[in-house]
């Protein structure tokens, strides 16, 4: 329901039932101002997966909009949850909407300890990524490949580091006197531009 109703295009009423409504009752939604039904029905599996079938219907005319089954392991996480709303999304606006995002950003902890967490897109699932004591700051994303920079403030200038978020390991990229910060990255992400000072800016 969060995922449906975060760009307001959408609005949810949610109610339990024993099974899907009559042609008769869903056209009366329809004109109360009901646009779609939404079934949502679980179920376990013999492998002892669970699975989710989903099937939405106009009111106006009883077609079916999208059907399909999701599996999933006992564990539900939130993480699946992000991705069967982001193909209902996809299904009933035609656009993309924003469920499989990560946000990168810098958390400030002490005024001398500032550390990179990576959330979901709406912030529920938090985790440390750069959490060393001291400051790193300006996170931001390679354009293709899965890393992520920022810049560690040491006692002599702001290097600029890495981290891979596959192998979870961090490198310095460059740390020159100054500032070594905010690379933007070519189409291709071969070529990147940053800000430095040393020797002049």
């Not at 099974?19 to 779609?36: A, P, R, Y």
């Not at 035609?94 to 990168?104: H, I, N, V, Y």
Request: aromatic share 8%; proline share 3%; hydrophobic share 35%.
């Amino acid at each position: 329901q969060f995922d449906l109703e975060f760009s307001d295009q959408i609005d949810v009423e949610m109610k339990k039932g024993s099974s899907e409504l009559n042609d008769k009752v869903t056209t009366k939604l329809f004109e109360q101002g009901t646009s779609m039904c939404l079934y949502l029905s679980s179920y376990t599996q013999k492998s002892s997966n669970n699975a989710v079938r989903i099937l939405i219907k106009d009111t106006s005319s009883q077609q079916t909009l999208f059907e399909k089954e999701f599996v999933y392991p006992a564990t539900f996480s939130l993480e699946q949850t992000h991705r069967i709303a982001d193909e209902l999304v996809l299904a009933l606006t035609g656009e993309q909407g924003p469920m499989l995002s990560t946000l990168a950003y810098s958390k400030q902890l002490t005024s001398k300890h500032k550390v990179i967490c990576l959330a979901d897109y709406s912030c529920m699932v938090e985790k440390t990524v750069v959490g060393t004591k001291t400051i790193n700051v300006a996170p931001c994303w390679h354009n293709k490949a899965p890393m992520l920079f920022y810049s560690q403030f040491t006692r002599s200038n702001s290097r600029l580091m890495a981290y891979d978020i596959k192998t979870k390991k961090h490198k310095i990229v460059c740390s020159y006197d100054g500032l070594n910060m905010q690379p933007s990255f070519s189409p291709d992400g071969s070529k990147a531009a940053l800000c430095l000072s040393g020797k002049g800016n």
